[in-house]
């Protein structure tokens, strides 16, 4: 059974950085394409950053230039660098495969919050 534990978030100043860390078990993490994920209070859970199996990778509108995903395959591990953050990034985050390698399980999530 999949897990997810997402980690690095927190109380951040407008323009501000952060990397997030999400921890993976249960399967091996090359065979996956992989993303992240944000809910804001009161809207959907969107897609924000995607990695191909190989590296390929994509992003929203909203995060490019600022957010960069990556994967540490040996170690089951997914990150997001955001930089340059804006209070409409303030969500929880979570990862989860992407692009139809989407797992029924999600974890708990971490907290993002830009603000002065």
Do not use: H
Not at 12 to 32: D, E, M, N, Q, T
Not at 73 to 97: F, H, I, R, W
Not at 102 to 114: D, I, K, Y
Request: charged share 20%; glycine share 14%.
């Amino acid at each position: 059974q999949v897990l997810f534990v997402e980690s690095g978030g927190g109380l951040v100043l407008p323009g501000g950085s952060l990397r997030l860390s999400c921890a993976v078990s249960g399967i091996s993490l090359s065979k996956y394409r992989m993303g992240w994920y944000r809910q804001a209070d009161g809207k959907q859970r969107e897609l924000v950053a995607g990695i191909g199996r190989f590296g390929i990778k994509e992003y929203a509108e909203a995060v490019k230039g600022r957010f960069a995903i990556s994967r540490d395959n040996g170690k089951n591990t997914v990150y997001l660098q955001m930089n340059s953050l804006k209070p409409e990034d303030t969500a929880v985050y979570y990862c989860n495969g992407a692009w139809g390698d989407l797992f029924n399980a999600w974890g708990q999530g971490t907290q993002v919050t830009v603000s002065s």
